[in-house]
């Protein structure tokens, strides 16, 4: 069973960057289509962004573009680097998995199969 663990959230001032990371213990992502969703208090969980293991493609959130990058290390490790936070981008942030059969990314979170706990980025001054 694919266990997702994602670190790296805290408080930061708007205007500040914070980095995610989302690693499986015992399994590399590498050959996972992973996404990355938030859910702020009393709201939707919400699409971020996604990176296909197909071919790395990537996707964002409108709301996100220009300020998130989705990115993988050799390691098997997803990162989610976040600059140029905003208070509205305050919310619990989780990244999921998709299956193995499908290779690429989409943004629904309908779509994925194994889901991490969560990691709390606070963005206030």
């Known amino acids: 069973q694919l266990q997702l663990v994602e670190s790296g959230g805290g408080l930061v001032q708007p205007g500040g960057s914070l980095r995610l990371s989302c690693a499986a213990s015992?399994?590399?992502?590498?050959?996972?289509?992973i996404g990355w969703f938030r859910q702020a208090p009393g709201k939707e969980r919400e699409g971020v962004s996604c990176i296909s293991s197909a071919d790395s493609s990537t996707y964002y959130a409108d709301s996100v573009k220009g300020r998130i990058t989705i990115s993988r290390d050799n390691a098997g490790t997803v990162y989610l680097q976040m600059n140029s936070l905003k208070p509205e981008d305050t919310a619990v942030y989780y990244c999921?998995?998709?299956?193995?059969?499908?290779?690429?990314?989409?943004?629904?979170?309908?779509?994925?199969?194994?889901w991490g706990r969560g990691t709390q980025v606070t963005v206030s001054s």
């Open positions: 015992g399994f590399t992502l590498d050959y996972y289509a």
């Open positions: 999921a998995a998709r299956g193995l059969m499908f290779r690429l990314c989409v943004l629904g979170g309908h779509e994925y199969d194994y």
